[in-house]
């Protein structure tokens, strides 16, 4: 069986500084990990995954995450965040032989504060 | 292309009755999922369909129930509804071609009450 742990249930941040937001998952087989957001009152929208290949993953609007296989983590980063960053966080993991179902994380809500 | 679309969006029921949950996938996406959202148990898996036929299925009981349709469009059914049935039920669609992973993609959920 696969599980995910998000470490933080809430995280608050001021505007314009980094946020981590921390993902482990356990998994007996090869896994495929996501980081999906949603925002207040619309379904999730994917962040950003990793397949294969390179451990870095990046998104579109500054968010990274980094696969490292020996601490089973797939950490969120960003440098420098913004007030549209607010929403809530969650952390999936599905493996090639159940592709389609993803298993997610608590969530973590991020706030970004002025 | 237009997005997922569930509906309705908000629905209240009452104990012991039944609901049907209607989700249409993106154009041309073959398989739908379902997951519940509860703030005490999270996000889970309550099944996904290809082709008119369920090929993965979570941990719910038999009150919980789905079907596709030729067009890929969805339903879930509940069954003697329960107070802990209360959720955000998101319907996810990807194209899938093969048996590999595809995107999902969500629709905005519909919001269900149960008295």
């Known amino acids: 069986a696969q599980s995910v742990t998000q470490l933080d249930s809430q995280v608050p941040v001021f505007e314009e500084a980094p946020v981590e937001l921390r993902c482990n998952y356990s998994s007996s087989v090869s896994v495929y990990l996501f980081w999906y957001v949603q925002y207040p009152n619309q379904g999730l929208q994917l962040l950003l995954k990793?397949?294969?290949?390179?451990?870095l993953v990046e998104s579109i609007n500054g968010f990274e995450a980094e696969f490292n296989k020996s601490q089973t983590s797939f950490h969120l980063r960003k440098p420098s965040v913004h007030i549209s960053d607010t929403a809530e966080y969650f952390c999936a993991v599905s493996n090639p032989q159940g592709a389609q179902k993803l298993v997610f994380g608590q969530g973590t809500r991020l706030t970004i504060n002025p | 292309k237009a997005g997922v679309t569930q509906t309705p969006r908000y629905l209240i029921k009452t104990r012991g009755q039944q609901v049907t949950l209607s989700c249409s996938p993106i154009s041309g996406h073959r398989s739908v999922s379902w997951y519940q959202q509860t703030p005490g148990q999270g996000l889970q898996f309550l099944f996904e369909?290809?082709?008119?036929?369920?090929?993965n299925k979570g941990n719910f009981p038999g009150r919980f129930s789905g079907r596709q349709f030729s067009n890929s469009r969805s339903e879930m059914n509940v069954s003697t509804l329960e107070l802990g049935d209360s959720a955000l039920y998101l319907c996810a669609s990807s194209p899938i071609s093969s048996g590999s992973l595809d995107e999902q993609f969500f629709g905005p959920g519909t919001r269900l009450t149960v008295l």
């Open positions: 990793y397949l294969s290949g390179s451990t």
């Open positions: 369909y290809f082709s008119e036929t369920q090929r």
